[in-house]
């Protein structure tokens, strides 16, 4: 691509922009047949924005919904597709997507010193799988929606369920299909497209962390979309799989659903842990402590990850001694999570620590994922889990990781890199009121549903007792402040794209190959192929003053 | 309804308490680690602030022994609450006491139908006396429910085509909730009811008042016989079929050379799908036909409570 | 878009880089349809323990004959496909082309006697949900229609999606024979024929187990 420069977009005036993967091109056609991963990230960002707002607005309901005890805002059917397609839209149009599919995209290239990921047109292909599943989606939605939880259990879903269950099937299972082939893109990438010099060790962890992610993603994909095909094999042509009615049984599909989408959890929650040792080192300007330890963890999270699907079944009759090992496994899970949350902690010892709003988010993460880590105790615990499976516990415990951990991370990265991807900074007064409205109301919506767990309010209820309602009318208070402090990101991110000061290639000082280049990046990322010569974050050594003294 | 807002439930069962303890060890442990987490980035953070544009901190590569100890000392806690809550669990699930007075229940949308053995009937409300154990069979008709009753810590999913059987001893009259916690469809949040514990005497008084009608026993005789059952499955071992009497709880000798132990599971399957497990020196393929679709869980429960009653009529002879 | 006429993608540095990179994608890709498979292994092999006899009963109303002419046809088209490969790394267009056709018309050939099959079924009430009628007569074993019902479900999806991934296969085989044509491969770069190959050799062993597991099991 040798365009000549473009002297057309806004910038410093007088002097001329150089030429970077925005303004490369213009069109919408540039834009849809793109093979640039960065542009690919963007296609991204736009999508999952759009299901992360209709999730949104579905999570609103609910909680307008539970307000008062009595089912008086929506009907019971509607309450019911309600959080179905909540969780249908954020886990597997969002969450799932988020860090890798925009910034895993976006950076890895640049991170490992690459020109593009290793089968761009692929990539593409992947945005398109991605919004295909997308429309049936929402088409299953917009004719009526779907009612079985975004779990799917047969036999409610294969035979029971009245609702666009095939439609939404086939949608999250195209899906599958986008998710699979960015698993694998990012593999190859990582495995044979690094920069000279830059061994293994001295990748960054947001890559390892993405490396983790994609062995998840090959793995256990194609597992659920063959249960959910089976399902809606079972619901079209009454095939005997899953419905005792049948011949079938009901509890394989619950093995072969948690098979991936406990795996899937790690999916959500690995890359944002690699935007955490990122932003953490940054603004500590210090070496992630144990740099090792946090990328093996990341790998053993992917092993352990696949073995202990089964704790999602303790009280479903499967034998007490098959509970039993999936509890002791599900325990050696929180030992690479808890490594990873004091190395990050111990990274800050010594550092020199700056506020800024990914840190922010970052600080927030590691505290709002040590409480959703350590309740997750609860619920691997086989007598406890008894009584809290089913219940709000278990709603509280995973957004304590999927929104407090996942989205958390997911905003970090959001600020940290806005600036790379869009040349601008964002106003970081208002960055840091909004993290910390966030903060606020995420605890004020979900703590209180810890209480009302153990009390044993039971999860996917429309109405519920009416002593629960104190309890209930918190929740719904503190989701409309996070709802808030979701707005607000949203308005300033905009307006700083018009507005915000340049940004320079550097503005955190960061180290890492994607800031050795301009912002917004060229087109093919870097001018020379980058060579390697030092480890990750070596934050100690030069260009900062000469007088480093290096311990 | 109580004033106030509660914060912890009611404790009235033999296991409430203990899964209380061990809530309260792992509240423990998680605000512990919690605080040194949140203390530590506090202290950090705020000693180790950006003074000068021009910091430059250490560089710190890691510490072995330290990498050691917070992955062994935390191991060492998870395995506690593993061991703890895997004695419970046996005990909750495994551990049914021999006298344990049975119950009935079949899951339906969106209702809890329940029948004593003596045949007193139920819905959404289960009465049972304090201070005994209570064993309950499960079965749903449809899709999966579970059976959750919070104030005595105790769940289980009733998944169609299996039994469930839980038990639990109450130690306090009282009503509590019962709810069904496995999303079930529209009416789930309405699949709930009450549980009350009474006195032993109140409770007789209870079961037997009202309208009884036939007990569980009787009713199974009445299927047995309308089923033509009896004309095969004669009492004096010369039908066609092997005699039921005495048979359930005890071995079975299969044709497969296996020995299966004749519970509820094994005689549901057997109604239903009579090839499965075939008895040792009867035909196979069987000549019974299956009885799909020809009855109801609650049909198969109080067969399963007559052949019950025939055991219990031979051991007492 | 300024992808040139060369071979080598602008992302990779030399054509032995690309290589590497697309036999591993192809390999990862692979992987995941083993899993993917996988899950429908896992059913069969719960049923089959639950449900032994109907298992047997099940493949008995198969037709093991058809069953083994379709092997020999997919093993035939293996053969093919690795001949295609070889001519294809020795640059040799027409030969390479040849063999792409001939790996497709085996492909077809094994497609059409599945459709066969399929319409068998349909005539004998055995398609699940669509048509089925419990068999009057078994053939050995008394077994409870039900459990036939699960055997046949597995048969129909198993067979089913392994003849989903012969006609994607044949589709893959079809744009090789064009970009053939139009000489797109040589000895140097010849990459996406490999790749095909892996993945009509992945196909071919799915048969292989499929094969024994649905037609063979009760003539042990």
Redesign the interface.
Known sequence: MDATPINAHSGTPGEPTPVNYLNVDYGLKSWLLTTDHKRIGILYLISITIFFALGGIFAALIRLELMTPEGDVVSSEMYNKLFTMHGVAMIFFFLIPSIPAVFGNFLIPMMIGARDVAFPRLNLMSWYIYSIGGVFTFAAMALGGVDTGWTFYAPYSSTYSNSNVALTAVGVFILGFSSILTGLNFIVTIHKMRAPGLTWFRLPLFVWAHYATSLIQILGTPVVAISIVLVALERLLKLGIFDPKLGGDPLLFQHLFWFYSHPAVYIMILPSMGVISEVIACFSRKRVFGYPFIAFSSLAIAVLGFLVWGHHMFTSGQSVYAGMIFSVLTMLVAIPSAVKVFNWTATLYKGSVSYQAPMLYALGFIGLFTIGGLTGLFLATLATDVHLHDTYFVVAHFHYIMVGGAIMGYMAAMHFWWPKMTGRLYPEGWAKFAALVIFVGFNLTFFPQFVLGYLGMPRRYHVYPPEFQVLNVMSTAGASILAVGYIIPFIYLLWSLKYGPLAGANPWQAKGLEWTTPSPPPPHNFERTPVVTEEAYAYASKPYPEEAEVV | MEQGVPLFPEAASTMAGKVDALYFFLVAVAVFFAALIFISLTVFALKYRRRSETDVPPSIHGSTPLEIAWSVIPLGLVMIMFAWGAKLYFDEYNEVPADAEEVYVVGKQWMWHIQHTNGKREINELHVPVGRPIKLIMASEDVIHSFYIPAFRLKKDVVPGRYATIWFQATKTGRYHLFCAEYCGTGHSKMKGWVTVMEPAEYQAWLSGGVVGESMEAAGERLFNQLGCNTCHRADGTGRGPSLVGVFGKPVRLLSGETVIADEAYIRESILNPNAKIVAGYPSPTIMSTYQGQISERGILQIIAYLKSLSKEERSQ | ??ETHSVL?????DLE?QF???T??MW??L???V??????F??YA??RS??P?AFAEGSLHLDYRIGAINTAVLICSSLTMALAVRSAQLGRRRSLIGFLLLTMLLGSVFLGIKVFEYSHKYHEHLI???NFVPPHE?IR????P??L??FL??Y??MTG?HALHMIIGVSVLAVLVVLAWRGRFSSEYYNPVEVAGLYWHFVDIVWIFLFPLLYLISRS
């Open positions: 878009m300024s993608a602008h992302q990779f540095d880089q590497e990179a697309s591993l994608g990862a890709f992987i995941t349809e899993l993917f498979f996988g899950g429908l896992t059913g719960v049923y639950q449900y006899l699940p949900g669509i078994f074993f008394h077994v409870d039900q459990q019902y699960v479900s597995f129909f999806a999606m």
